[in-house]
């Protein structure tokens, strides 16, 4: 069962780098009349991430440096200014150059387009940018970096054989993603200094790439609300009446559930056949609950303990923990068994298309529950100081897992981790420690799942508590690869992304309009 109950806020912040002209004034570069690059240029400039000299023109055959390509390219991706800590020497030996202190540089490197080591730590911001470091910030921010470990592709292009190694799948993957094209004479050219139409053109193309599709989402858009997947099923949702003291409603004013005694800690969630299971706090006890047609039955109580639910199956029973390290399951009327042979603190837990359990331990160990209640261990490489915050099954029945934890450097590192069988098969760093920086944290969390993608938002979080580099990305379940998206220019440029009733994933703009984000 694909399930996301994971709610919060956070502002997208879309702030070009470069002046904004009109389309107007696009249509009157005097030296883009005849060029090949006409619309693409004509289409940046409209869109107000780049734009031309004072004189009217672009010259768009004169090359590009390299703080103006990753300029131009944080501009389009919306890249807000970083003023953190790159690595780079130029960084120590001052003056800074003004890519550095307008913020365009530590904002490539922590949103991972541009990485220091690619340069040996000196980046030359003025010397001309090449076509083959443009492929590897466009590899990077199509989100398919986790992909170039793996390609083994071969091109025809006469100039293929003399590249390096390492630089191959990054070139094969460019232009398989239709990035990069060869001249007349086929050659890639990715040694060719690169020119600013050239740049443009291929920053174009990740965009077209990276843009999310919205369609406006009829609804409350409530931030409580959630519903079992299927035709039919009730949206649930609870409120405060009174200070704690909730009513929980399943969309009809005749079967609201009010409480009659104060209580905390409430979660809901639903199962089909129109009921929901609820976890609550009356004092100190935890109390597992299944709410249908409008009465509440009590499950189990657990004094001094808070039950975890985990996950509900398609058959209704819910999957919990009891607060400690011992795994329940309990039936839609009302029986609770035990999973006797585990003894792991369950962090998470989901349902694979086989109605079989998937639970990740503290302890680093996966648990694979069958319909017999027999379970299965597999070991999972994790530090110590990582924990499994997040599972989901994909669409091939593989199991994906989002661990966190601190990285060597201070900052916070997040990984996804992709297993089949009970064995990793793909790991794929999310928020490196560059994200995070020396004296701020990271954190991602899940917005909702459309079929294969799963929209998470990353946010920053700098030392005096100010938001950093953040964003909304989406990891598709099916390749690992982790994009940074861009929201269309014609929606309110602050949204809050919210988990849609249906699991989904949609936008609250600031006029209170709500927008889903399309696969």
């Not at 107007?24 to 006409?38: K, P, V």
């Not at 991706?77 to 960084?91: D, I, K, N, P, Y």
């Not at 004013?253 to 969630?269: I, R």
């Not at 994909?394 to 989002?402: I, M, Q, R, Y």
């Amino acid at each position: 069962m694909r399930r996301i109950i994971s709610i919060f806020t956070a502002a997208v912040l879309l702030a070009a780098a470069w002046p904004m002209p009109t389309v107007a004034a696009a249509a009157r570069l005097s030296d883009m009349q005849t060029h090949w690059a006409r619309t693409q240029v004509e289409a940046g400039v409209a869109a107000g991430y780049v734009s031309g000299y004072p004189d009217g023109s672009f010259k768009p055959d004169a090359s590009i440096t390299r703080a103006e390509f990753y300029k131009l390219l944080g501009a389009a991706m919306r890249l807000s200014a970083e003023q953190t800590a790159t690595g780079f020497a130029e960084e120590r030996q001052g003056p800074l150059h003004w890519s550095f202190t307008q913020g365009h540089i530590p904002a490539a490197v922590a949103s991972g387009l541009l990485v220091p080591s690619d340069y040996a730590d000196v980046l030359s911001p003025d010397t001309r940018v090449t076509r083959r470091e443009i492929v590897l910030a466009a590899v990077r921010a199509l989100g398919k970096e986790p992909l170039v470990a793996g390609s083994r592709q071969v091109l025809e292009n006469p100039d293929w054989a003399g590249y390096p190694a390492w630089l191959k799948p990054y070139a094969a993957i460019a232009v398989g993603s239709g990035i990069v094209t060869g001249y007349a004479d086929r050659t890639l050219g990715l040694e060719r200094n690169a020119t600013r139409a050239e740049a443009l053109v291929m920053v174009q193309r990740i965009l077209g790439q990276v843009t999310v599709g919205l369609t406006a989402e009829a609804g409350s858009g409530d931030a409580n609300a959630i519903r079992h997947p299927g035709e039919g099923e009730p949206t649930w949702t609870w409120r405060e009446a009174a200070p704690g003291r909730p009513v929980i409603s399943n969309g009809t004013l005749d079967q609201d559930y009010p409480f009659g005694e104060a209580v905390s800690g409430l979660v809901l969630m639903p199962a089909p056949v129109k009921a929901a299971w609820v976890r609550y706090m009356s004092g100190t006890t935890g109390v597992v609950a299944r709410l249908s047609r409008g009465k509440l039955t009590e499950v189990a109580r657990y004094p001094g303990a808070t039950p975890e639910p985990l996950t509900v199956d398609d058959d209704g029973w819910l999957w919990f923990t009891d607060g400690a390290s011992r795994l329940l399951v309990a039936s839609p009327v009302g029986e609770v068994l035990p999973v006797e042979s585990i003894s792991d603190r369950l962090t998470t837990g989901a349902i694979d298309w086989n109605g079989h359990f998937w639970g990740i331990g503290s302890s680093g160990t996966i648990w694979r529950v069958t319909s017999d209640l027999a379970a299965i261990s597999y070991p999972l490489e994790m530090r110590p100081d990582q924990v499994a915050d997040f599972s989901a099954i994909a669409d091939d029945g593989s199991l994906w897992l989002l661990l966190k934890g601190a990285s060597a450097e201070g900052g916070a590192k997040v990984e996804a981790v992709k297993l089949a069988y009970g064995k990793v098969t793909k790991r794929v760093s999310l928020l490196g420690p560059y994200f995070g920086g020396v004296a701020g944290h990271a954190r991602v969390r899940v917005v909702g799942r459309s079929g294969p993608f799963l929209w998470t938002e990353a946010r920053v979080i700098g030392p005096d508590f100010a938001e950093r580099n953040g964003g909304l990305y989406r990891l598709n379940l099916e390749t690992g690869e982790f994009t940074r998206v861009v929201l269309p220019r014609d929606v309110a440029a602050a949204m809050e992304p919210v988990s849609a009733a249906d699991g989904g994933a949609v936008l609250r703009d600031t006029g209170g309009r709500f927008w889903r984000m399309l696969p």
